[in-house]
């Protein structure tokens, strides 16, 4: 086994190339929090500009297929890419672009060719944003007990119903959603997905503040989310996905990538700065990393931190060597989010009230312990409750003599890969 | 990066796979259990016929010198089957520590004949009422060069030809017929008290650059290997017992809370396996692999404890019938926990090598 990334000279030379880029391309400011509404909505701006120059590059969806504007990049380069950026506080893309990366997989594989060549481009090369929208007032886990009707009108279907908890701020350009096609049939074969518009009319938007939210307002990318209203929205047939009343099929690839399917490698960025926390600030005298029961919680922190890591890196692994998986994506959400949850509790009682404050003076971590207790919580949520989660377990085990559930399809590429490596 | 086994890897775990099929049935070690017999002393042939009984030792010595992956998968698959042994004892915590003295022929005709099955030799490490503080902490004094004193929750002592025992100054290897011992009771594996009364303990092996809790890096790995085996088999167990144990007309694996239980052992057994397959790597890699090797046994204890307890509750009562064969896991996860520290001076150790 070999669970570090090696890096090859052709590798290095990309990460030059990239650095070199970033240096030229990322305007100063990108990773301050903005305090006012005029600077939250000028950085969106610079962060989409900066996503579309990142997008000429083919560096915007780094995996996405050249020939429909992704970058037709490899693993090696991918992570490459992934790391410079994430050192200078960014993702890829650099802005919440939650349809953009959940659609343009299911569209992946569940397209047609024409939709593919519509479809992916603008999200590839950052010309548009996309939201998913799936939560509903009366449907958040039970996701097929979904209202929002898509009734087929002629050349048009047209959407009735709502959409909750969505998206962050400054909108979006297409929305990737589900909606009811056929409202007498059975569950999980009476719905459909869809690629809308945003500025189709009768599309209407409400904002949404939750416990994440820096403040109320539009400055928060994190904690600001939307109420979506779809009142006789006619949406032109082609932008149906996978087929009509097909979407619980699309709907197990969509889910896949967002219950952490993909995996990453990152190293918690909150263990990093409780880490540093600890060496440098004072407590009693000393640094608090030197008072022996801080020292047993930070080890018992790191060591529940290692579990989730370890988890993510091994998913990471099985996607691009093409691996077949089954619970592996859920169990990762699963233990994310509960470890997230546990982990407010644990700094807290390692910092003391220095854990609750954004205080400038006082607050811990220059805040950032004080937004963790706050996404913590918030986190639970998202993407399926962990209630959720240990039911797709379940089933992708095979546990109650059910035959074991496959994990929702990812698409070729990973399979591409593997083959390559092997080559 | 590339977490796949290799060629090599598989054939290991599978032979060891096909061993306990072979040689060590459930129903067979039920009966041991129940008959009070601790291991079977004919295993220790095939153990050294099949090499595992030098897996860590180096080739100088007659050892196969395994990386510490391939070293894991071996007890990986034993702990599986719930195979008693002294295995781990002999040859893996006394190798470790052996590979910790300074080089002297002694040492190395040690590892020979660890190697080629002639020798088990059984770390006789703790001291009656005291907590553990690392091997350093354990030794025992010396009056005219004889030893004298108790080592208690020695694993395997019955079968020792040889304990290694810490003395002030050393570690000394000391003739089993020279000590007596005495099996403790109780939900605990195979664990002695072991009673040295005048031994003339020789030439002593003396310490190397690192020190002893250093040197049983590998050792750590392997035991959380072991755990990760028996956690293994303990969620086949109970997704099997899920899917056929019929309640209210229905599996009970259907019921969430009993699904819970199994997604809770699921979670304990992951987090601790790909612990100990990254420590693995790092002592391979030489990327600090005494820290992450504390990380995997500290979660590999506490994992098995939390596994077998899920195990428990999906089974019931059936679960803690001897006969069944889920007490064997139940009663390895309670014995290694502690084994080679608790997993907080486990971590407290990892804290000290991370650097922090």
Redesign the interface.
Known sequence: MEFELKYTPAQEAFRQEVTAWLAANVPDGVAVRPRTFEESYALYLKKRALGRALGVKGWLYPSGEKEYGGGGLGLDQIVVLEEETARLGLGLPPYYDSGGKMGAASIRVWGTEDQKKRFLPPIYTGAVRSWQLLTEPTAGSDLAGIKMTAIRDGDVYVFNGQKIYIGSHHGADRYWTIAVTDPKGKRHQNVSWFMIDSATPGITTQPLYMLSAQSEGETDEFGHKNIIFFDNVRVPADCLVGGENNGWKVASTHLEVEHSGQGNIRTNPVWIALLAHCRTQMRDGRPIIEDPEAREKLAEIYSRLEAVRLLSTRNFWMVYAGEKRSYHGSQTSYLRKTTNLWLTKAIHDLLGPEALTSDALYGAMGGIAEMQQRRGIVEQHPGGTTDIQRVVIARRLGVGAREPQQAGRLGEEGMARKAAVEA | ?????SDSQVLIRDSVRIFVQRHVPRAELVRQAGAGEVWDPAWQTLFAEAGWTGALVPASCGGLELDP?SAALIFEELGRGAVPSPLLASSAMSVGLLLGCAESEQRDAALTAIADGTMILIPALRQPASSWKGVAATGSSLVDGLLTGVKVFVPFAAAATHFLVTVEGGLAIVPAEAASVRLLGGFIQAAYEVTFSGVAVGALLRPGAVSFDHSLSVARIVAAAYQVGGMMEMLDMS?AH???RVQFG???????R???H??RL??AM??AK??V??A???IE?G?NGVGRSY?AC??ACDSAIEAANAAHEVHAAIGSDPRFGLTLYTRISRSMYELLGSP?WQ??Q??DA?G?
């Open positions: 990066m590339d977490l796949s086994l992956l997704v899920s899917n056929t229905t599996p009970i694996g259907r019921f969430q009993v699904q819970d199994i997604i699921l979670n992951d987090a790909w612990a397959y990254e693995a790597w790092a890699s990327r990380l500290s979660t907080g971590r407290r990892m804290a991370m922090w």
